[in-house]
């Protein structure tokens, strides 16, 4: 499908939209909760329904109203033989529910695209290698059959915080205390620090000190109502637009947020203001659009970025190849990547989104200065679904073709 865009700037005031890291993780301990929970403000994009189609399929009950889950907590982890969980391309759901399938001692099977499957695993494989528990993964699928136990966990901190997280939420059900060391260097520390401080607030007694975690077993998780904040990861996206003189006002984010991504003014000033050196380490999600800013500025040089090849796309690959049409190089190094603006122009062929929703944004920030058509535009819907509707509402020129 294709989006054509002529050269604009959105105008006006614009909602960020609700975080999807937060309302994972809150979805998650609402079905873990004895009774009922409310989530409000949930934007049910792929990767949100994703996860609710599991806690359904683990025996949580769901009802949406408006913008609204209320989910009633699972009774317990039995019965469950043969049951299949379907995350699409979500890799927080995969993680996250690996650990929670691993509950109970049933066969259960976590269905995922090709792509999301050739994620790395490895963690949760050696934890299953290590305690005798059924971890087999095809092109399409992982099945896990075992009943996961209390134990000193070793994790390494740069592969990715979400395997932290998804131990995290398991091990306080189980029967004995557990601990995680984090083996460093420890990345993405803001996404971990999120995920304890909901786990808390739904009632979860948790040691986090550091590089190591002590989780209390035989706990109770709490039913809570609570409303899932602003999405710093992508109001960076029309931050980018205000960063560059839009006139628009950013509404709905926390500036006191844990959310790591809440750096991003600090990043869009310095790259106006210079050749800066940035480190991407705790925030991968601002990679893409970070590099299109920079490719229309000045460049820089950007580190930790190696963990970028394992996402919805190879981000180092696919940005490298779509800057080039805009003029704009891209290179790479040893955990690093540096961006060079050449000739900033208008690109002469189609850019494409390579099926990753952040790709697709970082470029139609690049077409609003240039025009252009972009191929695959449809990809938002895994995080961010009215992102074009809510450029179009705020005065971007654009049209979709197919």
């Not at 982890?77 to 996250?96: H, I, M, Q, Y």
Request: a negative charge; aromatic letters at 8%; one cysteine or more.
């Amino acid at each position: 499908m294709i989006l054509s865009i002529s050269p604009s700037s959105p105008k006006g005031n614009i909602v960020a939209p609700p975080s999807k890291s937060y309302a994972h993780r809150a979805l998650i301990c609402a079905a873990l909760a004895n009774g009922t929970s409310k989530i409000s403000n949930v934007s049910f994009s792929e990767d949100i329904k994703a996860t609710l189609n599991c806690l359904s399929a683990l025996g949580a009950k769901v009802e949406i109203n408006g913008n609204t889950a209320e989910i009633t907590g699972i009774n317990d982890f039995v019965n469950l033989k043969g049951t299949a969980l379907n995350c699409n391309e979500s890799g927080s759901t995969l993680r996250f529910f690996i650990p929670l399938c691993l509950l109970s001692n049933d066969e259960i099977t976590l269905n995922g695209t090709q792509k999301l499957i050739s994620r790395p695993l490895s963690v949760y494989e050696d934890i299953a290698k290590n305690q005798g528990l059924l971890f087999q993964k095809d092109l399409n699928s992982v099945k896990v059959k075992g009943k996961l136990k209390s134990d000193s966990f070793s994790v390494k901190g740069n592969i990715s915080s979400q395997f932290i997280s998804g131990l995290l939420f398991a091990l306080p059900l189980l029967e004995n205390d557990s601990e995680i060391n984090i083996i460093p260097p420890f990345e993405s520390k803001p996404y971990v620090d999120m995920t304890v401080s909901i786990l808390k607030n739904f009632g979860i007694e948790i040691d986090y000190n550091g590089l190591n975690i002590k989780i209390k077993g035989n706990q109770c998780y709490k039913s809570k109502d609570t409303t899932v904040e602003g999405d710093w990861s992508n109001a960076a996206f029309l931050y980018a637009f205000k960063s560059c003189g839009a006139d628009i006002n950013v509404l709905g984010v926390d500036a006191n947020s844990s959310q790591g991504d809440k750096i991003c003014l600090e990043y869009f000033d310095a790259l106006k203001n210079g050749l800066p050196s940035l480190d991407l380490t705790d925030c991968p999600d601002l990679a893409p659009i970070m590099f299109a800013f920079a490719g229309v500025h000045n460049g820089a040089i950007f580190t930790g970025t190696d963990r970028l090849r394992f996402k919805e796309s190879d981000r180092i690959s696919c940005m490298q190849t779509e800057l080039a049409k805009f003029g704009i190089r891209l290179i790479t190094g040893d955990n690093k990547v540096t961006i060079e603006p050449l000739d900033f122009h208008a690109p002469t062929e189609n850019i494409f989104g390579h099926n990753d929703h952040r790709i697709v944004m970082a470029n139609a920030f690049l077409l609003c200065k240039t025009g252009g058509k972009l191929e695959g535009y449809e990809a938002v819907k895994k995080s961010f679904p009215d992102f074009f509707d809510v450029l179009l509402k705020a005065g971007v020129n654009l049209n979709y073709e197919t």
